[in-house]
Nanobody, 122 residues
Framework: QVQLVESGGALVQAGGSLRLACAAS????????MGWFRQAPGNERDFVAA??????YYETSVKGRFTISRDNAKNTVYLQMNSLKPEDTAVYYC?????????????????WGQGTQVTVSS
């Protein structure tokens, strides 16, 4: 089991930027698929972005605005969020998957952080 801790959530105005970070345990971090998901109250937990090695994948609505990256030396994955919109408001969760899957559905990720709140005003 991978332990994950998110940070960086904040209240930001529309059009602003935030960078979320997720610190992970694990001696084989570089082999994990890492993902970011988000969940607004009353909604399902939705895929945002994922990275497998250096390959990245994005939800359509965040393409061109969000960038997922990883620093394997620091066991950390990041989500750079630019041009934020009110509809981006949610709790953002970091997730890890140790075993291979071709899916980025939440159920394919076995380890989850506690979440960090992102609120976009205006």
């Amino acid at each position: 089991q991978v332990q994950l801790v998110e940070s960086g959530g904040a209240l930001v105005q529309a059009g602003g930027s935030l960078r979320l970070a997720c610190a992970a345990s694990g001696r084989t971090f570089s082999s994990y698929t890492m993902g970011w998901f988000r969940q607004a109250p009353g909604n399902e937990r939705d895929f945002v972005a994922a990275i497998r090695r250096s390959s990245t994948y994005y939800e359509t609505s965040v393409k061109g605005r969000f960038t997922i990256s990883r620093d394997n030396a620091k066991n950390t994955v990041y989500l750079q969020m630019n041009s934020l919109k009110p509809e981006d408001t949610a709790v953002y969760y970091c997730a890890a998957r140790e075993y291979y899957s071709d899916s980025f559905h939440p159920t394919s990720f076995g380890s989850w952080g506690q979440g960090t709140q992102v609120t976009v005003s205006s």
